[in-house]
């Protein structure tokens, strides 16, 4: 019971506690970002590889990123045996620390706050027409230019609208 307490609880306040993308709004993040080949998919708390592995498909070289020790075992595991391995890099680290520049897409399932953090990160290192895909929480202080609210996935293309203040 331990242990999956801290696989579940363990990376909470790194941004977001485990919980897996649903295959339906990792479908509809690649969908609407158009991922496919020639994009590198920054996947930022990477968890155990839905968005990551799924990319990689599509033929675009996906880099994930995760600070929780299980999760990055069980993604090194399953680079390890996939035949899509030579199309995935693995960071076990802090996202908030790394370089994004070379990132054409970045996903991201992370609560409020990280996604606050990562604004001003997104705001200096980030290339025109760079596109965020978000599950469930929208990056704060942007419109997105599309969404599937059905999924609850948010589209933005770098450099983001502002949201205007009233």
Same mark, same amino acid.
């Given at each position: 019971m331990a242990i999956v307490a801290y696989f579940v609880f363990a990376s909470f306040a790194c941004g977001a506690g485990y919980q897996p993308t649903p295959r339906r709004s990792v479908e509809s993040m690649l969908r609407?970002?158009?991922?496919?080949?020639?994009?590198?998919?920054y996947d930022l708390g990477a968890g155990t590889g839905a968005v990551l592995f799924r990319a990689a498909a599509r033929g675009a070289t996906a880099v994930?990123?995760?600070?929780?020790?299980?999760?990055?075992?069980?993604?090194?595991?399953?680079?390890?045996?996939?035949p899509?391995?030579?199309?995935?890099?693995?960071?076990?680290?802090? =996202?908030?620390? =790394?370089?994004?520049?070379?990132?054409?897409?970045?996903?991201?399932?992370?609560?409020?706050?990280?996604?606050?953090?990562?604004r001003p990160i997104f705001e200096s290192q980030l290339t025109p027409g760079t596109?965020?895909?978000? @599950?469930? @929480?929208?990056?704060?202080?942007?419109i997105p230019t599309?969404?599937?609210?059905?999924?609850?996935?948010y589209l933005y293309r770098w450099p983001a609208t502002p949201v205007t203040p009233a």
């Open positions: 609407l970002a158009a991922v496919g080949p020639g994009d590198t998919v994930g990123v995760e600070v929780e020790p299980t999760r990055v075992l069980i993604l090194r595991l399953r680079r390890r045996f996939s899509l391995r030579d199309r995935v890099t693995l960071s076990w680290g802090n =996202m908030f620390a =790394m370089d994004l520049r070379p990132a054409t897409v970045i996903a991201v399932f992370l609560w409020p706050d990280a996604m606050r953090r990562l596109r965020i895909v978000s @599950h469930y @929480h929208p990056l704060p202080g942007y599309m969404e599937d609210r059905a999924a609850k996935v």
